[in-house]
C-alpha cells in the first residue's frame, strides 16, 4: 500500500475495506488513524449501499495498537496524562459505532494485533485470520489494563481463564492456537489470504443484511438479560425480519430451488 494516508479506504461492490495504513510502525494509531478511522466507520454505517465492512492492516501488521511514540512524548513533555479521555475521545466511539453498525464488520487480521490492536479486531462481528498472524494482549508488559473494550469482549469469546491468561501474561497467540480457543472462526494461509477474506465478505455482502442486524442485535441483548426476558426480544426480532422483503424473496427462491437474491431489506 502506498497511499501516505492513515486509513486506506476501498469499495469493491457492497463490501468497504479500511486499511490501516502506517506499515512502518505496525499500523499504530495515531491521533490521525484513530480520526480518520471514526469517520470512515460512521461513513459505512451511515451508507445503506455498504452492506459488509472489513478492516485489515497494510503490510505485515494488522495493528500495534497505541503509538508509543506519541506517548513517550507526551511522558517526556511531563504534562498529566488522561489515558480514560483518549480512550472516550478516540477509541471507544470507533468501538461502539462497530457493535451498533446494521451490518457485518469482519476484522482480516494479517499479522501481529497487539493493544488496542487487538480490541479493535475483538470489537468486530468476526475475526478471520492469516496463518502467521498472532494476537497479544500488550498492556500489561507496558503498565496499562486491557482497553477498547477488550475485558469486555474477550472473556466472552474465550472464557474468563484464558482471558486473564492472555492478559496478564502478554504471551503471543499464534493463529492456529487463535482458531482453537475461539478468538477467530477462520484460518486461512498467508499466500492465500486476502482472496479468502474478500470472498467471505462479498458473500456476507450479498446476504440478508436486514436480517444481519437484528441477529446482532439478538445476540447483543442475549447478554444483558435473562432467558424469559430474551425469548420475548427474539420474537420482536424475528416479528421485524419477517417483515423484510428480504424474507419474501428468501422463501420464494427455496421454493423455486434457486438461490435468492437479497437487496438488503
Ligand atoms: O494511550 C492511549 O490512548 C491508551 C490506549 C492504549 C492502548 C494500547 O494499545 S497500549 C499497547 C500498545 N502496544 C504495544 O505495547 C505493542 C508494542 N509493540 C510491540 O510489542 C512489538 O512491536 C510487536 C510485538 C507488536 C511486534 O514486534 P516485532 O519485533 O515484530 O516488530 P518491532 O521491531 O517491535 O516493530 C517494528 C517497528 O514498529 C519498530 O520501529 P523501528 O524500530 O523499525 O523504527 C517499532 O518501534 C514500531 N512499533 C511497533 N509497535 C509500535 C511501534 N511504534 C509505535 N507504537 C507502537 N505501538
Same mark, same amino acid.
Given at each position: 500500500?502506498?497511499? =501516505?494516508?492513515?486509513?486506506?479506504?476501498?469499495?469493491? *461492490?457492497?463490501?468497504?475495506?479500511?486499511?490501516?495504513?502506517?506499515?512502518?510502525?505496525?499500523?499504530?494509531?495515531?491521533?490521525?488513524?484513530?480520526?480518520?478511522?471514526?469517520?470512515?466507520?460512521? $461513513?459505512?454505517?451511515?451508507?445503506?449501499?455498504?452492506?459488509?465492512?472489513?478492516?485489515? *492492516? !497494510?503490510?505485515?501488521?494488522?495493528?500495534? *495498537?497505541?503509538?508509543?511514540?506519541?506517548?513517550?512524548?507526551?511522558?517526556?513533555?511531563?504534562?498529566? =496524562?488522561?489515558?480514560?479521555?483518549?480512550?472516550? %475521545?478516540?477509541?471507544?466511539? @470507533?468501538?461502539?459505532?462497530? %457493535?451498533?453498525?446494521?451490518?457485518?464488520?469482519?476484522?482480516?487480521?494479517?499479522?501481529?494485533? !497487539? *493493544? /488496542?490492536?487487538?480490541?479493535?479486531?475483538?470489537?468486530?462481528?468476526?475475526?478471520?485470520?492469516?496463518?502467521? !498472524?498472532?494476537?497479544? /494482549?500488550?498492556?500489561?508488559?507496558?503498565?496499562?489494563?486491557?482497553?477498547?473494550?477488550?475485558?469486555?469482549?474477550?472473556?466472552? =469469546?474465550?472464557?474468563?481463564?484464558?482471558?486473564?491468561?492472555?492478559?496478564?501474561? +502478554?504471551?503471543?497467540?499464534?493463529?492456529?492456537?487463535?482458531?482453537?480457543?475461539?478468538?477467530?472462526?477462520?484460518?486461512?494461509?498467508?499466500?492465500?489470504?486476502?482472496?479468502?477474506?474478500?470472498?467471505?465478505?462479498? &458473500?456476507? #455482502?450479498? +446476504?440478508?443484511?436486514? !436480517?444481519? &442486524?437484528?441477529?446482532?442485535?439478538?445476540? &447483543? @441483548?442475549?447478554?444483558?438479560?435473562?432467558? $424469559?426476558?430474551?425469548?420475548?426480544?427474539?420474537?420482536?426480532?424475528?416479528?421485524?425480519?419477517?417483515?423484510? /422483503?428480504?424474507?419474501?424473496?428468501?422463501?420464494?427462491?427455496? #421454493?423455486?430451488?434457486?438461490?435468492?437474491?437479497?437487496?438488503?431489506?
Amino acid at each position: 500500500m502506498t497511499s =501516505l494516508s492513515p486509513l486506506h479506504v476501498e469499495r469493491a *461492490g457492497a463490501v468497504t475495506v479500511l486499511t490501516l495504513n502506517r506499515p512502518d510502525v505496525l499500523n499504530a494509531f495515531n491521533e490521525a488513524l484513530t480520526e480518520a478511522l471514526n469517520a470512515a466507520i460512521a $461513513d459505512c454505517a451511515a451508507d445503506p449501499s455498504v452492506r459488509a465492512v472489513v478492516i485489515t *492492516g !497494510a503490510g505485515r501488521a494488522f495493528s500495534a *495498537g497505541q503509538d508509543l511514540d506519541d506517548r513517550l512524548a507526551m511522558i517526556e513533555k511531563g504534562g498529566e =496524562l488522561h489515558l480514560g479521555d483518549e480512550l472516550r %475521545r478516540r477509541y471507544h466511539p @470507533a468501538i461502539a459505532a462497530i %457493535r451498533g453498525m446494521r451490518k457485518p464488520v469482519v476484522a482480516a487480521v494479517n499479522g501481529v494485533a !497487539a *493493544g /488496542a490492536g487487538l480490541g479493535l479486531a475483538i470489537a468486530c462481528d468476526v475475526r478471520v485470520a492469516a496463518s502467521s !498472524a498472532t494476537f497479544r /494482549a500488550a498492556w500489561g508488559r507496558v503498565g496499562l489494563v486491557p482497553d477498547a473494550g477488550s475485558a469486555f469482549f474477550l472473556p466472552r =469469546l474465550i472464557g474468563w481463564g484464558r482471558a486473564l491468561d492472555m492478559t496478564l501474561s +502478554g504471551d503471543p497467540v499464534p493463529a492456529e492456537e487463535a482458531l482453537r480457543i475461539g478468538l477467530v472462526t477462520r484460518v486461512w494461509p498467508d499466500a492465500e489470504f486476502a482472496a479468502k477474506w474478500r470472498e467471505y465478505a462479498t &458473500a456476507l #455482502a450479498e +446476504g440478508a443484511t436486514e !436480517a444481519f &442486524a437484528l441477529t446482532k442485535e439478538g445476540l &447483543a @441483548a442475549s447478554m444483558a438479560r435473562g432467558f $424469559d426476558e430474551f425469548l420475548e426480544v427474539e420474537a420482536r426480532l424475528q416479528d421485524r425480519a419477517g417483515g423484510t /422483503a428480504d424474507y419474501a424473496r428468501g422463501v420464494k427462491a427455496f #421454493a423455486a430451488k434457486r438461490r435468492p437474491e437479497f437487496e438488503g431489506r
